[in-house]
């Protein structure tokens, strides 16, 4: 998945009305402002109300799903191998959301400031902050990608990471 991929994608969606915001490690390279290792997918969330549009969106554009772990997240994938990881939220009044969990009763906080604006190829983009990024990737066995990326964070923003 390149920068122009992430970008024309946005746009489609923006056009099918959807607010998302990019999380993962293409929400790590917006938030420093340039893309620092291959993706292969491409990790949004958005408003739950959203999911008809954007699933509808991605079809028209050739995708198709290839993973339903639906209340929590599911992929669509393009035949030519882009995906796309779709985080479903529920928002509350105050601007704060959360997401379904794979553990019952345990959702995943969003505050109300981890909707922020990073960079893609010099393009302003909806994603999540360094401290949502954070948080996104706890609880599961890193793999050396997530563990570059948050040494990437530790350097760029002088967090704290999980590894």
């Known amino acids: 998945m390149t920068a122009e991929h992430v970008l024309a994608l946005l746009a489609l969606l923006r056009r099918a009305g959807a607010d998302v915001w990019i999380a993962g490690g293409w929400g790590v390279d917006a938030l420093l402002g340039e ?8 990790d949004l969330a958005f408003r739950r ?27 669509m994938t393009a035949a030519d191998g882009r995906a796309v990881d779709l985080h479903p939220l529920v928002f509350a009044a105050d601007g704060s959301a959360w997401q379904e969990s794979f553990v019952p009763g345990r959702p995943f ?7 922020v604006t990073g ?10 902050s360094v401290a949502q990024q954070v948080l996104f990737h706890t609880g599961y066995a890193p793999r050396p990608h ?5 040494e990437r964070l530790r350097r760029a923003f002088g967090v704290r990471t999980p590894y």
Do not use: K, S
Not at 109 to 115: E, G, I, L, S, T
Not at 146 to 150: G, H, I, Q, S
């Open 109 to 115: 906080p969003y505050p109300a400031d981890c909707f």
């Open 119 to 128: 960079t893609i190829a010099g393009t302003p983009v909806p994603c999540l």
């Open 35 to 42: 893309r620092t290792r291959t993706h292969q997918d491409l």
């Open 146 to 150: 997530d563990v570059a990326d948050m």
């Open 49 to 75: 109300e959203d999911e008809a549009a954007i699933v509808a969106a991605l079809a028209a554009d050739g995708f198709a799903e290839t993973e339903d772990q639906r209340p929590v997240r599911h992929v």
